[in-house]
Every structure is written in C-alpha cells, then in structure tokens.
C-alpha cells in the first residue's frame, strides 16, 4: 500500500510540474494573443522605442500602450530602461525578432485569412516587383542605384541598409527634387507588410521615377547579415 501510494503521490506531483511546465511555455503565447502586442513586435524590431512612440504608433493610448509593453516584459519577450524621464523598450534577444518573424510567415503560409488581409491592407501590388537581397546588395557595389529608407528617421538611427538615405514616409512628396532621376530607385521600410515602401513605389513612379521596392525589409536585411549602418 504504501508502495502504491507513494507511486500515485509521484505522478501526481509529476503531472503537477509537467503542467506548469507547459502552462510557461503557453504564457508566451499568450503574450502575443493580441493584434497590438503583435504589431509592438513589429515596431520593435526596427529598435528600441520610447512607451510614447510606440502608443503613436499602434494608434493606442499611452496608458494602454504601457499595459502591453508590461505583460511582453513580464513574458521575457521585452527589456526595458529609464531614459531620463521616459522608458523605452526593445526585443529582449534576436530571437524575439526571429519568433516573430516565423509566426508572421507562418499565418500567411497557412491562412487563407491572413493573405487576404494582407492584400486589403497593402493594396495592388502588380507592377511592384520586389528586387531580392542578393541583387541590391550587388548593384550597391556598383554604385548604379539611389536606396532610400521610408522609415521614421528614429528607426533609421537606430539601423539602415549600409548607404540608404533616410526619406520618411511622410517628407517623400516634399523631397524629389533630393532624388536624383537617371537612376534607379529602390525603398524599403519595416518588412513585407509595411505599406511605406509600396506607398512610396507608387508616388515615385507617378512623377516619372524608375522605381521598386525591397522584396522586405531592414529587419530581414541585417539578419541576413548584409552591410548596415547607424546614426543620422
């Protein structure tokens, strides 16, 4: 008897730990059960941002915004720090970008949903071929073509294709007269899914620009460990 109850109290104590095992796994998960937090992701791979920045961001109040940035954190997705009188937050290791990047490409491998979204949200894209890694970085070398970031220039600083200018998304109009005509012109911004780029493809090519778009952006760029830069 006393075998058996010894036996039972074990698996018992066993299934115990093996469930709040998987119940730490699951609580990244759920972390991320939210559009926004996801989209905080997205932003935050492009570089640590202020609670502030990242509430203008995802359109959401401060006071919200700091909710989400807490759970990531307490999650072990976020890192924080005190900057004078303001908290910024950041990925708390490369593969935090890497989780998110796989779960992205995941839903738009498997849902038919997400495609459709995606194409709602970003428009037609026929004509906006994209140009891969391979090829930008060679004709970087060639000196044969003009690459501009449509970024926030804060996420310039903080990292840009090697060579970009910065020319965010909201200054493009006012600024080709900057941009030179006889060359080709290649704008990236956040990823696959940021509408800047395509935005800015469009724009340029409406006032007689050779333009296209980076087949995804700075965050895929520098992992694939492909010459970047920093500061202004």
């Known amino acids: 008897m006393n075998l058996v109850y010894y036996s039972s109290n074990y698996l018992n104590m066993s299934r115990e730990k093996k469930d709040a095992l998987f119940d730490g796994f699951s609580a990244v998960a759920k972390a991320l059960a939210s559009g926004r937090r996801a989209e905080i992701l997205d932003v ?3 570089g640590p941002r202020s609670v502030e920045d990242v509430a203008g961001e995802i359109d959401q109040s401060v006071a919200n915004t700091s909710r989400h940035l807490r759970l990531m954190a307490q999650a072990g997705l976020l890192r924080s720090e005190r900057r004078g009188t303001q908290i910024f937050y950041r990925h708390s290791s490369p593969r935090v ?14 849902s038919a949903e997400v495609e459709r979204l995606a194409a709602a949200y970003l428009g037609e894209r026929d004509g906006l071929e994209p140009v891969p890694h391979g090829e930008l970085a060679r004709r970087l070398k060639r000196g044969d073509v003009v690459v501009i970031d449509v970024r926030p220039a804060a996420e310039y600083e903080n990292g840009h294709i090697a060579g970009a200018r910065s020319i965010p998304h909201g200054e493009l109009k006012k600024r080709l ?3 030179p005509k006889d060359v080709d012109i290649v704008a990236y911004c956040r990823g ?5 780029a395509d935005d800015a493809v469009r724009t340029l090519r409406s006032k007689g620009f050779r333009a296209s778009r980076l087949q995804d952006g700075f965050p895929e760029w520098a992992d694939a460990r492909r010459p970047v830069s920093t500061g202004a």
């Open 44 to 46: 935050l791979a492009q």
């Open 192 to 196: 696959p899914y940021c509408v800047y």
């Open 97 to 110: 970008r890497g989780l998110w990047r796989e779960l992205r490409d995941l839903a738009a491998e498997q």
């Open 177 to 179: 007269k900057t941009i």
